[in-house]
Nanobody
């Protein structure tokens, strides 16, 4: 089974950028559609972005389109989330997620594997 470890979070000023990485262990990385969710204090975990197994299809929440880009590198078993033009409301714990059901990768209850999360804090 795949295990996920996120990195790249931190503190950044509004308007800045961060690149999150999610390293997957195991041999079946390419079987999984990969996604990013986030959870702010007092709020539910919400979908951010996802990429299908082939890498050819990406999904984004409307508020992230044009600012965030998801990608994956099969050779490195890693998925990335490039975040630009960050806003204070982007502050949250960001979680990497995996599911073999590519059509359902945007649905929190269809996620099979979660990472431990990485904190992103955007100051105003």
């Amino acid at each position: 089974q795949v295990q996920l470890v996120e990195s790249g979070g931190g503190l950044v000023q509004a308007g800045g950028s961060l690149r999150l990485s999610c390293a997957a262990s195991g041999r079946s990385f390419t079987e999984y559609a990969m996604g990013w969710f986030r959870q702010a204090p007092g709020k539910e975990r919400e979908f951010v972005a996802a990429i299908r197994q082939s890498g050819g299809v990406q999904y984004y929440t409307d508020s992230m389109k044009g600012r965030f880009t998801i990608s994956r590198d099969a050779a490195k078993n890693t998925v990335f989330l490039q975040m630009n033009s960050l806003k204070p409301e982007d502050t949250a714990v960001y979680y990497c997620a995996a599911t073999r059901d590519g059509m359902a990768v945007r649905l929190r209850n269809k996620i099979e594997i979660w990472g431990q999360g990485t904190q992103v804090t955007v100051s105003s």
